[in-house]
């Protein structure tokens, strides 16, 4: 009998929640960035800077994520 928790592959629902990672903390990192400006009065200086931040933070977690599913 095959164990499935001893394959080292990601499957389509990992690499979906994959892509949600991403997706969503750039997106959050937009929305911060969006509400900060409209409170501060600011026109694109903290949505740059959130979607980086987003785009950063969205990165470090697709490698944490995929490092952990190759080592088992």
Do not use: H
């Not at 629902?13 to 960035?33: E, Q, T, Y």
């Amino acid at each position: 009998m095959v164990d499935e928790l001893s394959d080292n592959s990601l499957r389509g629902r990992d690499l979906a929640g994959l892509g949600g990672l991403l997706a969503g903390s750039v997106i959050v990192g937009m929305v911060l960035g969006l509400l900060l400006d409209r409170s501060a009065g600011t026109s694109p200086a903290f949505t740059l800077v959130g979607i980086a931040l987003g785009i950063v933070c969205g990165g470090v977690g697709f490698w944490l994520r995929v490092r952990a599913a190759l080592r088992g």
